[in-house]
């Protein structure tokens, strides 16, 4: 499957979905247990995909009823806090590239004419784009889901339904990971890599079956099958893979520990990328490492 990137602008970073070899196959479940280990109350953790469509999206009478047991909701970072008008601008700075770099400079001229078209064609001129950082700008790129949809409505981010429902029961929100390691994790690509990523969101846009990729992946998510997750973007892009580890398998190990300090002290529903739920490196096989049982609550619909 062709598959574009797709990273979310500040509030969101969307992982590649790629995973490790799988030791077992997982049942199908986007909904789990954690129990044991000196537990005295089970915690949950539940795969989320960061946008869809409002017609795809769901949740099931058995996550609202693990959500409401919950006492702390936990995100890969804290929601509630990048709300903040205070905290988003202090971070507008590192939207751009360092040493005066441009664009134009880290790209072919013909690869560079590709993305000035591109964002010309979209309202959006160059000079406006020149030095933010290539990754920011693949959230503009990609044609996956139209992005006017998500102010308009007819897309939906779980994790912002999953703030307003805790907001609503007064649940503390926090998250495993703050908004500036984020950041710090596109410093730790080239500005060339992000470059050439970028230029494969447009090119992959272009393409006339992507959107149709997109959705199939949004199909296999709905049907809650990890197993099909993995195989479906097995010929992922070589670009994205290289930095897989980085992005996905250190962020779950550097997790589970902060996981394994919070849930003695409250009942949490986590809310990750999906992304981050299969595979030997995944955070279900690490927290079963611990010595936790984590076990599927089948919530296919």
Same mark, same amino acid.
């Not at 996550?63 to 995100?75: I, N, R």
């Not at 784009?129 to 779980?158: M, N």
């Not at 079956?209 to 809650?224: A, H, P, R, T």
């Given at each position: 499957m062709?598959k574009?990137v797709?990273?979310?602008?500040?509030?969101?970073?969307?992982?590649?979905l #790629?995973?490790?070899?799988?030791?077992? +196959?997982?049942?199908?479940?986007?909904?789990?247990?954690?129990?044991?280990?000196?537990?005295?109350? +089970?915690?949950?953790?539940?795969?989320?995909?960061?946008?869809?469509?409002?017609? @795809?999206?769901?949740?099931?009478?058995?996550? =609202?009823?693990?959500?409401?047991?919950?006492?702390?909701?936990?995100?890969?970072? @804290? *929601?509630?806090? *990048?709300?903040?008008?205070?905290?988003?601008?202090?971070?507008?700075?590192?939207?751009?590239?360092?040493?005066?770099?441009t664009?134009?400079?880290?790209?072919?001229p013909? @690869? %560079?004419?590709?993305?000035?078209?591109?964002?010309?064609?979209?309202g959006? +001129?160059?000079?406006?784009?020149?030095?933010?950082?290539?990754?920011?700008?693949? =959230?503009?790129?990609?044609?996956?889901?139209?992005?006017?949809?998500? !102010?308009?409505?007819?897309?939906v981010? %779980?994790e *912002?339904?999953?703030?307003?429902?805790?907001?609503?029961?007064?649940?503390?929100?926090?998250?495993?990971?703050?908004?500036?390691?984020? /950041?710090?994790?596109?410093?730790?690509?080239?500005?060339?890599?992000?470059? $050439?990523?970028? =230029? $494969?969101? &447009?090119? #992959?846009?272009?393409?006339?079956?992507?959107?149709?990729?997109?959705? !199939?992946?949004? $199909?296999?998510?709905?049907?809650?099958?990890?197993? #099909?997750?993995?195989?479906a973007?097995?010929?992922?892009?070589? /670009?994205?893979?290289?930095?897989?580890?980085?992005?996905?398998?250190n962020?779950?190990?550097?997790?589970?520990p902060? /996981?394994?300090?919070?849930? +003695?002290?409250?009942?949490?529903?986590?809310?990750?990328?999906?992304?981050?739920?299969?595979g #030997?490196?995944? =955070? &279900?096989?690490?927290?079963?490492? $611990?010595?936790?049982?984590?076990?599927?609550?089948?919530?296919?619909?």
């Amino acid at each position: 499957m062709k598959k574009t990137v797709l990273l979310g602008l500040l509030t969101i970073l969307f992982t590649p979905l #790629a995973w490790g070899q799988q030791t077992a +196959p997982l049942e199908k479940s986007l909904l789990w247990e954690i129990s044991g280990n000196g537990l005295k109350t +089970p915690s949950y953790l539940y795969g989320t995909i960061h946008m869809i469509g409002k017609e @795809d999206f769901f949740l099931t009478d058995e996550t =609202v009823a693990s959500f409401d047991k919950a006492e702390q909701v936990v995100f890969e970072i @804290d *929601m509630e806090k *990048m709300s903040n008008v205070m905290v988003q601008f202090s971070l507008l700075m590192d939207l751009f590239m360092e040493d005066g770099q441009t664009l134009k400079g880290l790209l072919s001229p013909e @690869d %560079y004419k590709l993305v000035q078209t591109h964002f010309d064609g979209m309202g959006l +001129p160059m000079m406006l784009l020149e030095r933010i950082k290539p990754l920011f700008l693949s =959230v503009f790129a990609s044609g996956d889901i139209d992005q006017e949809g998500f !102010s308009s409505g007819e897309v939906v981010s %779980y994790e *912002m339904e999953f703030m307003e429902m805790a907001q609503k029961q007064d649940k503390k929100i926090d998250g495993l990971e703050t908004i500036e390691f984020q /950041m710090s994790l596109f410093d730790s690509i080239p500005y060339r890599a992000q470059a $050439e990523m970028l =230029v $494969e969101s &447009i090119r #992959a846009e272009a393409d006339q079956d992507s959107g149709k990729d997109f959705q !199939s992946l949004v $199909e296999i998510y709905k049907s809650q099958d990890l197993e #099909a997750m993995q195989g479906a973007v097995d010929n992922s892009d070589a /670009m994205t893979t290289n930095y897989e580890t980085m992005l996905l398998s250190n962020r779950n190990s550097n997790w589970v520990p902060v /996981m394994a300090k919070m849930m +003695p002290k409250k009942s949490c529903f986590f809310a990750v990328g999906a992304a981050h739920l299969g595979g #030997a490196e995944g =955070v &279900i096989s690490l927290l079963r490492k $611990e010595g936790y049982t984590v076990r599927p609550l089948h919530t296919q619909p």
